[in-house]
């Protein structure tokens, strides 16, 4: 295994890692962004306001898309780790 197929998996590690969170993490931003302009407009201060809605949401999210992040991972381990562990043992 040279210098190219490490940085080839690096890049590949942190590509699956944005597809995998990435979706939970624009939601949050999106859900952080409505609750802050609600709390601006009403100028409410109460924290359980901002904590709650999120922590509901990132378990919900995570069991509907448990799913294709799991088939994501699982690609990922097949086509490069596995492939690669394979190959190193060929030679």
């Known amino acids: 295994m040279n210098e190219t197929d490490v940085i080839e998996v690096c890049r590949t590690s942190l590509v699956t890692l944005v597809m995998v969170a990435g979706p ?11 609750i ?12 359980t306001l901002a904590i709650v809605p999120k922590v509901l949401l990132v ?3 995570t069991i509907l898309l448990a799913p294709y992040m799991l088939g994501e991972m699982t690609e990922f381990f097949s086509r490069e780790v596995a492939d690669r562990i394979v190959a190193i043992g060929s030679h």
Request: proline content about 0%; cysteine-free.
């Open 36 to 47: 802050s302009v609600f709390q601006a407009v009403t100028q409410i201060s109460e924290q």
């Open 24 to 34: 939970i993490l624009v939601i949050m931003m999106v859900i952080g962004t409505a």
């Open 59 to 61: 378990f919900g999210m």
